[in-house]
């Protein structure tokens, strides 16, 4: 199955006419390996979920069995671990949006003392390994706030400082190629300065903030190194109660927990990728009103494209 | 006197503590083309989005037919501002685009439609009310950006150097059209250049800017004829500036002993002897320009001197002495300011090298 996935993908990727013979030989091996090397470890873990044997072990499974499943979605720190998961990724994320793109737009927009500092500081917990931060957060939440550890709100607020370099990264990026003088024409039409951007900024970068959304909930829903320090052994969130069931036992249970992850998160990327056009199209439609004449649905398209 | 359609008064401007704009004071009339003409970096743009409510005047007032405006934020202020670049919204049609202004304003949308329509067809734009503006050729994207504007019927229309992104053949069309657009819809136009050509051809009058102050404002005519100081002089149109009456070996006919100017057309090309010239000096060079013919030529200071002369019933050999002669009334005196010689105009000699060309 593996093979043929990635014959199929590294196909399409040599598929157009540029180069003959050696060249493209070695592109179509080397493309083909570096998609092996990816896609491997993913097929050892949804192969192993599939397995009737008690033990994963990478290797070729035995015998076919769905029971890991039904063990997995009825395992209950797994299922009171997704509910948590999705709560503080969802959270993490809003937070960290709401906050990155304030903070990329007055950094990209904004001349003001300081604002290379502000810049290096965003960026700066990148460079912290993050059980250092759990750590050091534990004792904050020790110490001052006790009533946030092992709360929605507590993790998802560290969640937030390891995905804002990330967002206002991406979104800084996403803005220093608009031009400025877009959302002062905005305003010279008689927009409130909210307003113009929300109608002009917003719409033109919405491809990067999808992508920073999409990371940045990934992130938080599969963190463990902070969280572990941030909340007790007897309710995590999930990737936490993987770790902690992965110390007792090694039986595919995991794994097939891991493999609806896998899933999900395909399933993520795919409304990412149809929200960046679709939803894009639509807001302009909208936006079109009815008093338009003519449909110019493809200009649009590859616009938000 | 009726209130003007804009004033802006002893308008100030800090950049990093650069001053750009030194107290200007311009007065625009009801109905009227007006140009803010300058050289680049001379603050013109600065001013114009000071009048839009872009930027905040350090010092001075704003107002737009008498209502004061200096605090009114950009969005509820009864002007429009043509980018430079056209600044089209690249998400939405060119209808989306000057519907934009009136839905804003919570426009009925049939209003919107038809009003959009309206001014699509005048700039002649209604074909393509469906395209995206990245579609459209730098002259559409101006004339959107004109409809765009003026959707919103401003009280006073701003052009931040309109038709400096077009090819120049379009930009002498586009001249034409930005008039009659004016004439057309009688908004007050105020319009920043730095083509002189440009501002001279369609404006009623003029504001020359030079380092964050107003030279001079005036009809083209009076620009032209009477410059109120050196910069004016040699910034619109070409001019042969005089220390004094007697200066660079000539003797002009005027009683100042300051700075004088004779346009190159006023001077006329006598025999040396002649008792009425002001002068002698050695033809350099003589260049056909059509109906005119260009004589530069070297006085015995070795002075350069301009001449425009009529092509038909002139002939001028290279190394030729010739007298000149100018009428009293064609010298200009030019009043000495103190201001510093900051930038240098950007319209050259025209077609020099041509003129050297056909002279050898």
Not at chain 1, 137 to 148: D, E, I, K, M, N
Not at chain 2, 71 to 76: D, E, F, L, Y
Not at chain 2, 137 to 151: C, I, K, P
Request: aromatic letters at 6%.
């Amino acid at each position: 199955m593996t093979s043929r996935t990635t014959s199929r993908l590294t196909g399409r990727l040599t598929g157009r006419p540029t180069g003959t013979g050696l060249g493209a030989a070695a592109r179509g091996v080397f493309l083909t390996l570096t998609a092996g090397f990816v896609l491997l470890p993913l097929a050892v873990v949804v192969l192993s979920s599939f397995s009737a044997d008690e033990v994963a072990d990478g290797g070729w499974p035995n015998g076919w069995s769905l029971r890991w499943f039904r063990e997995a979605l009825e395992y209950e720190p797994f299922r009171v671990g997704l509910a948590y998961s999705l709560q503080v990724a969802a959270l993490a994320t809003a937070i960290s949006l709401a906050v990155g793109a304030a903070a990329a737009y007055a950094i990209a927009r904004y001349r003001f003392p300081g604002a290379a500092l502000l810049r290096a500081v965003f960026v700066m917990p990148l460079s912290l390994p993050r059980v250092v931060t759990g750590f050091c957060l534990f004792v904050l939440y020790a110490s001052l706030f006790p009533t946030a550890y092992g709360t929605v709100g507590g993790i998802a607020f560290a969640h937030c400082l390891l995905l804002l370099p990330f967002v206002v990264s991406v979104l800084g990026a996403a803005l220093a190629g608009l031009d400025p003088a877009l959302e002062e024409a905005a305003r010279d039409l008689g927009a409130s300065p909210p307003r113009a951007f929300l109608r002009i900024t917003l719409p033109q970068i919405r491809p990067a903030l999808i992508a920073a959304a999409v990371f940045a909930f990934i992130t938080s829903f599969d963190e463990v190194d902070t969280s572990v320090f941030l909340m007790p052994a007897d309710q995590t969130t999930l990737p936490v109660a993987v770790f902690l069931r992965l110390e007792q036992q090694q039986d595919p249970t995991v794994t097939a927990m891991s493999s609806l992850l896998i899933a999900g998160s395909l399933l993520l990327a795919a409304a990412a990728a149809l929200a960046a056009r679709g939803v894009g199209a639509a807001l302009v439609a909208r936006e079109a009103g009815t008093g338009e004449p003519g449909e110019p649905k493809e200009t649009r398209g590859e616009r938000t494209a | 006197m009726s209130v003007p359609a804009l004033h802006a008064d002893g308008v100030s401007k800090w950049f990093d503590g650069r001053r750009v704009l030194d107290a200007v004071d311009i007065e625009v009339r009801e109905g009227e083309f007006f140009s803010l003409l300058g050289p680049s970096g001379c603050g013109k743009t600065t001013a114009l989005r000071i009048v839009a409510g872009l930027d905040a005047p350090d010092e001075g007032r704003v107002s737009i037919n008498g209502t004061d405006v200096t605090r009114t934020p950009a969005h509820r202020r009864p002007t429009n501002l043509v980018f430079q670049q056209g600044a089209l919204f690249p998400h939405l049609s060119v209808f989306d685009n000057v519907a934009f202004g009136l839905r804003t304003e919570k426009t009925a949308k049939r209003e919107i439609a038809g009003r959009v329509e309206e001014l699509l067809d005048v700039v002649g734009m209604a074909e393509f009310a469906g395209r995206a503006p990245g579609t459209l050729s730098g002259g559409q994207r101006q004339r959107v950006a004109m409809a765009r504007a003026l959707v919103r019927r401003p009280q006073v229309l701003l052009l931040d150097e309109p038709l400096s992104a077009l090819d120049l053949g379009l930009q002498l069309r586009m001249r034409r059209e930005l008039r009659a657009l004016q004439r057309r819809t009688g908004t007050a136009f105020v319009c920043v250049t730095h083509n002189q050509a440009e501002a001279m051809e369609i404006s009623d009058r003029i504001a020359v800017l030079n380092a964050g102050r107003v030279e001079q404002t005036g009809t083209a005519r009076e620009l032209y004829h009477t410059p109120a100081s050196r910069f004016v002089a040699e910034f619109i149109g070409e001019n042969n500036l005089f220390a004094g009456a007697t200066a660079d070996g000539l003797t002009l006919p005027a009683d100042h002993d300051g700075l004088l100017a004779v346009r190159p057309e006023s001077f006329r090309l006598a025999a040396a002897d002649d008792a009425a010239s002001v002068g002698t000096a050695t033809v350099r060079s003589a260049g056909f320009l059509g109906p005119r013919l260009r004589v530069v030529l070297e006085t015995a200071t070795g002075r350069e001197v301009l001449v425009d002369a009529e092509a038909g019933a002139t002939t001028a050999a290279v190394g030729e002495r010739v007298g000149l002669a100018v009428a009293a009334a064609q010298v200009a005196v030019v009043p000495e300011t103190a201001v510093p010689e900051a930038a240098v105009p950007e319209a050259g000699l025209p077609e020099e090298g041509a003129v050297r060309e056909a002279a050898s």
